[in-house]
C-alpha cells in the first residue's frame, strides 16, 4: 500500500514540481551565466534544484567528511555512480561549487543541456580518440582556473549497485594539474532509481567524503595512473553498503 501511495504521489505531485523547477532552474542559469555571474549562477541555482529534488522525493540524506575539503582548493571530486539521483546528491549537498564533466549526449536534452554550457560544465565526446582528447583539454583549463570537477570515472551508472572499473581520464587529469582527487562513496541512489527504471523507489541517502588522495606520485606513466584509479576505487569501495560490495 505504502508503494502504491508512493507512486501516486510521485506522479501526481513530484513530477510537475520537479519538471517546473528544473525549467526554472535552467532559465535562471543560463540568464545569470549569459550576463556575467557564472561564478554565481553556474553553481547555486543547481545546487537548490538538487536539495529541493531531494527533498521533494521524501528521500532523507545523510552526509559525512564535508571537514575534508578545504576551502578556496580545487578537487577532482570522484564518486561511484549508483542512479539518477546521484547528481542530486553530490551538486545539492557536497557544499562547494564544482563542474561536471557529463556525457556528450546530455547537452540535447531541451534547456537542461543550454543551462549546461552557459555554466561552463564539460560534455565528453567519445566519438573519436582525438575527441575525447579535446573534451579533456577543456577539463584540465577549467581547474587552471581554479574550478573543481566532479566526474564519474566508471562512465556510466551501475546495473548492479556495485562498482565497475574505473576509466583513467580523471586520473589523467589530476596528475597532469597536480590536484588531488577525493572519493566520494554514494549509497542509496541505486535503490531509488536505478539504469532502466522510470518508477522512483522511497529510500534515504548516504554521502560519504573521504580525505583527498595525492597525485604527486601518479606522473611516471600509465602504471602509477593505474594505481592511482585502483586506489581511489578502493576507497570509494570501503564505504559502500554491505549489499553494494559485490
Not at 513530477?15 to 547555486?44: H, V
Not at 594505481?227 to 570501503?238: E, N
Request: charged share 15%; with cysteine; proline share 7%.
Amino acid at each position: 500500500m505504502t508503494r502504491i501511495l508512493y507512486y501516486i504521489y510521485m506522479r501526481i505531485f513530484f513530477l510537475p514540481i520537479f519538471l517546473l523547477l528544473t525549467l526554472l532552474t535552467a532559465l535562471t542559469t543560463m540568464a545569470g551565466c549569459l550576463l556575467g555571474g557564472e561564478r554565481i549562477f553556474s553553481y547555486y541555482p543547481g545546487m537548490l534544484w538538487s536539495r529541493a529534488s531531494c527533498y521533494l522525493a521524501l528521500c532523507p540524506v545523510k552526509v559525512s567528511g564535508r571537514e575534508h575539503i578545504r576551502k578556496g582548493q580545487s578537487y577532482i571530486f570522484a564518486s561511484n555512480h549508483q542512479g539518477a539521483f546521484d547528481i542530486f546528491l553530490i551538486y545539492g549537498f557536497l557544499g562547494t561549487p564544482l563542474k561536471w564533466i557529463m556525457k556528450d549526449g546530455l547537452r540535447k536534452i531541451p534547456f537542461v543541456g543550454a543551462a549546461c554550457r552557459a555554466a561552463g560544465f564539460i560534455f565528453v565526446d567519445h566519438s573519436t580518440p582525438q575527441a575525447a582528447a579535446r573534451s579533456l583539454q577543456k577539463a584540465e583549463q577549467s581547474l587552471s582556473r581554479g574550478a573543481s570537477i566532479a566526474i564519474f570515472p566508471e562512465g556510466s551508472r551501475t546495473r548492479t549497485g556495485g562498482m565497475n572499473r574505473f576509466k583513467k581520464g580523471a586520473f589523467r587529469m589530476a596528475a597532469d594539474l597536480r590536484l588531488p582527487i577525493v572519493p566520494i562513496t554514494l549509497n542509496g541512489p541505486y535503490k531509488i532509481l536505478p539504469i532502466g527504471s522510470l518508477n522512483p523507489s522511497r529510500h534515504r541517502m548516504e554521502m560519504i567524503i573521504h580525505p583527498p588522495v595525492p597525485v604527486e606520485d601518479a606522473t611516471e606513466g600509465p602504471q602509477s595512473l593505474e594505481q592511482l584509479a585502483a586506489r581511489t576505487h578502493q576507497i570509494i569501495a570501503s564505504g559502500l553498503w554491505p549489499e553494494f560490495r559485490i
